[in-house]
């Protein structure tokens, strides 16, 4: 998995990731999923949206990435678990590759372990769109 050092994070994805997880939370039982997003938000540097980079993954970015063994490129598009829909490109954040993407920035990469085990990395190469970018400050 990559680090949540050097992630970056809009104030409103971070507050509504948080209470999706507090949501989710189960006492006494955290999937390993949940884990490593809430540190991920937990260590990422908040920025108002408004003040997000454009080359930034946030919540409901279009992006393209690419498999850095094949060059395989598509886009996917990062959301929450109510409308995540793999054959559409709608990828959660609880997802790992979804945990994965949030915060980074264009040319870097995600890595992730998959629930198979297998370690598995797409490299950002644009963001087709972001919400804050457009104006929205509210996706």
């Given at each position: 998995?990559?680090?949540a050092?050097?992630?970056?994070?809009?104030?409103?994805?971070?507050v509504?990731?948080?209470?999706?997880?507090?949501?989710?939370?189960?006492?006494?039982?955290?999937?390993?999923?949940?884990?490593?997003?809430?540190?991920?938000?937990?260590?990422?540097?908040?920025?108002?949206?408004?003040?997000?980079g454009?080359?930034?993954?946030?919540?409901?970015?279009?992006?393209?990435?690419?498999?850095?063994?094949?060059?395989e490129?598509?886009?996917?598009?990062?959301c929450?678990?109510?409308?995540?829909?793999?054959?559409?490109?709608?990828?959660?954040?609880?997802?790992?590759?979804?945990?994965?993407?949030?915060?980074?920035?264009?040319?870097?990469t995600?890595?992730?372990?998959?629930?198979?085990?297998?370690?598995?990395?797409?490299?950002?190469?644009a963001?087709?769109?972001?919400?804050e970018?457009?104006?929205?400050?509210?996706?």
């Open positions: 998995m990559t680090t050092f050097n992630r970056t994070i809009t104030e409103l994805d971070h509504r990731i948080f209470n999706l997880l507090r949501r989710r939370a189960v006492p006494g039982k955290t999937s390993v999923q949940i884990g490593e997003l809430s540190e991920l938000i937990d260590a990422a540097e908040l920025v108002r949206p408004q003040e997000i454009a080359d930034i993954v946030t919540m409901y970015s279009k992006l393209r990435v690419a498999d850095p063994a094949t060059g490129e598509r886009s996917i598009t990062l929450y678990p109510e409308d995540a829909d793999a054959a559409k490109g709608m990828i959660s954040v609880l997802s790992p590759v979804g945990t994965s993407l949030l915060g980074l920035r264009v040319g870097e995600a890595e992730w372990q998959g629930t198979d085990g297998k370690h598995s990395e797409l490299v950002v190469r963001i087709e769109f972001q919400p970018a457009s104006g929205d400050y509210t996706a």
